[in-house]
């Protein structure tokens, strides 16, 4: 019987097939931690009385959350992670160095990998064909300490994508769109596998954005054949080697299909307060009201290429005197990259402000918390209530290009008039 | 747990559907995590003000669907079972919450909620698969958490099953 991607990935790796439902001990190549879940993980593991990593050099910590820390109790909690490094040789990635999940696109993961991480957004790791998941800081606690832990082999949801997008519409338009369809809770348990001829025209980057946020339907993860899509990222990077051909077989069995029609998707707005609450920007459920803040950034949407669509739109222009325009690049090399392409003058003169590489104020702890009452339109993954600091505010999601549109506007607005 | 660890009772507390870990363990309390006490009497805060100040050992967290959803945040169990909640039922869990659950040791099930009312005494039977709403004489079957699951959640979570057994005895 033919396998899907997390079916043959696991099968490789465990060295025997394995079968949808069925518990394994699953075996890891990497964990990751960050300074949110980072201080628990390291409590648990050395709770199992183990006094050295599994595999040092693939234990990656992040300081990424509350990055530079807004106050002493997390500027401990860095000591804490940094001094469990020290010790164990655990990899540390200090403030400023960006967000884990782009951090392990851009320097780690390859296809094929097993990736357990103690952030639900690791499965942006599919990207690349790696199986990497979101768990908690016991699993990965335990997954450092002895390089395996429990797992049930989902079955998977096979998203079949067909066309070419439209001008003014990304990726995160596309995973917008599906979540909609799926319901935040449609793929529980579940895989996501992305294939179809509409492969061809997404790039790493709009694949990244659209992996990040498989976990907000519920999935373990979504994962994307490696191609030579994949391998001329990875050659970019320096790392050509990493490359390993991963495709599903042709009779694999999935639990259901969707189809998606790239050619007929148009921006999508994801309302308040659940990110499957999803309506095309000018459906009359999208309020027309004044929008205070704007982030352009994070682990969804921080990447070179987002911030190249948001520029495009905001060259020229300055952004509405009532609405804050923050932009959060994902990396140190995606900040330094925006600086030689030139697209740092255009933000400033739009009149925006920039954050530290990192996720920003999408996790509510520092730089752009809301205020009552206000209304936000992130590019970031999550609108739940209280996300961003304050449970009396209103959180809409959508692409780099939506956010720069609205940003100028000071109102939600469609980007298409704008190119 | 009482008795052989799988049979308890308690008061219940509905929630809506999909309670967030951001409900539940808010990110403007991130400086508290490493102080669980503390971040555990803010706990389900932004989905119910009454409940940390008023929550009573053994009750019972009944959910709508998609309890837990969103980050991977194990302090959201954690603090949940610190409060001294003896199990979590809902209609349906969201993956990572549900196995972080059996990772801490507190019991949870997913079963026909709409039933229950608030203040309910549930009389709950892990193995039989049973709960027994005491206040309404109403019987809510469900299915028996495979035993896997089980036998973490016996060991009282995964670390003291490591402990116990030196490694995973778990017979996949």
Redesign the interface.
């Known amino acids: 019987m033919g396998q899907t991607l997390a079916e043959k990935i696991l099968s490789r790796h465990e060295g025997k097939g394995v079968k949808p439902g ?4 699953a075996h890891v190549d990497w964990t990751l931690m960050q300074d ?2 980072g ?2 993980t390291v409590r ?1 593991f050395e ?3 183990k006094d050295h990593l599994k595999d040092p050099a693939r234990c990656l910590v992040f300081l990424d ?2 990055a530079p820390s807004p ?1 002493r ?2 500027s ?2 860095h000591h ?1 992670l940094r001094e469990f490094c020290e010790k164990t040789g655990a990899i540390l990635n200090e403030v400023g160095d960006g967000v884990c999940h782009q951090l392990v696109a851009e320097r780690h993961i390859a296809p094929a990998q097993v990736l357990f ?4 957004h ?1 499965c942006t790791a599919g990207a690349f064909g790696a199986y990497a998941t ?6 990965v ?2 997954a450092m300490a ?1 390089g ?3 797992l ?1 082999v989902p079955e998977t949801i096979h998203i079949l994508l067909r066309g070419i997008l439209q001008e003014g519409i990304s990726g995160k338009d596309v995973i917008l769109t599906l979540i909609g369809k799926l319901g ?2 449609g793929a ?2 579940q895989a996501l596998e992305f294939g179809g001829s509409g492969l061809e025209g997404l790039d790493m980057e709009s694949r990244l954005t659209i992996a990040n946020m498989a ?1 907000e339907s ?1 999935a ?1 993860c979504g994962l994307f054949p490696s191609d030579e899509i994949t391998r001329a990222y990875l050659e970019d990077q320096g790392r050509e080697e990493a490359y390993v051909p991963v495709t599903p077989d042709e009779d694999a069995v999935y639990a259901r299909e969707i189809a998606v029609d790239l050619d007929t998707i148009v921006p999508q707005v994801a309302c308040p ?2 990110v499957d609450n999803v309506f095309p920007v000018d459906a009359p459920e999208v309020p027309k009201g004044p929008v205070q803040q704007v982030v352009i950034g994070t682990c969804t949407n921080g990447r070179v290429s987002d911030f190249a669509a948001a520029a495009k739109i905001l060259q020229g222009r300055q952004r509405h005197p009532g609405t804050r325009l923050l932009i959060v690049p994902s990396s140190r090399r995606v900040l330094k990259a925006l600086m030689e392409k030139n697209l740092l003058e255009v933000f400033l003169a739009a009149g925006a402000t920039f954050v530290t590489p990192g996720c920003g104020p999408c ?3 520092h730089a752009g ?1 809301l205020g009552d009452g206000e209304r936000c339109l992130s590019t970031q993954n ?1 609108n ?8 009396n505010a209103e959180i809409y999601l959508a692409s780099p290009l939506t956010a720069a549109a609205t940003a100028i506007e000071g109102k939600i607005a469609d980007p298409r008039k704008f190119l | 747990m009482r008795g052989r660890g799988v049979e308890f009772e308690g008061r219940a507390w509905l929630f809506g559907d999909g309670i967030s870990t951001d409900h539940i363990a808010p990110g403007r309390y991130f400086h508290l995590r490493s102080n669980l006490n503390e971040l555990a009497k803010h706990v389900l805060e932004d989905a119910r003000e009454d409940f940390a100040k008023n929550v009573q050992p053994g009750d019972i967290v009944v959910g709508g669907r998609n309890f837990g959803q969103g980050s991977s945040r194990e302090h959201a169990p954690t603090i949940i079972k610190l409060a001294g909640v003896s199990a979590v039922i809902a209609r349906s869990i969201a993956r990572i919450f549900f196995r972080n659950c059996i990772n801490v040791g507190l019991p949870v099930i997913i079963c026909d909620t709409s039933g229950i009312a608030e203040g309910d005494i549930l009389a709950i039977d892990l193995e039989k698969g049973l709960i027994e709403d005491k206040t309404r004489k109403l019987k809510i079957a469900f299915s028996p958490l495979p035993p896997v699951m089980t036998r973490i959640l016996r060991d009282g979570g995964l670390v003291p099953h490591i402990l116990k057994h030196g490694d995973f005895s778990i017979g996949t």
Request: no cysteine.
């Open positions: 069925q518990f394994i001990l949110g879940t201080p628990l648990q709770a199992l009385g959350h509350a106050r109790e997390l401990n909690d804490f991480g103690a952030d639900s690791t979101g768990m908690g800081s016991t699993d606690a335990v002895l395996k832990t429990w049930r935040a809770d529980n348990y976990v519920g373990k307060h659940t996790v509510g702890v918390a999550r739940f209530k209280g996300r961003m600091g304050n449970p």
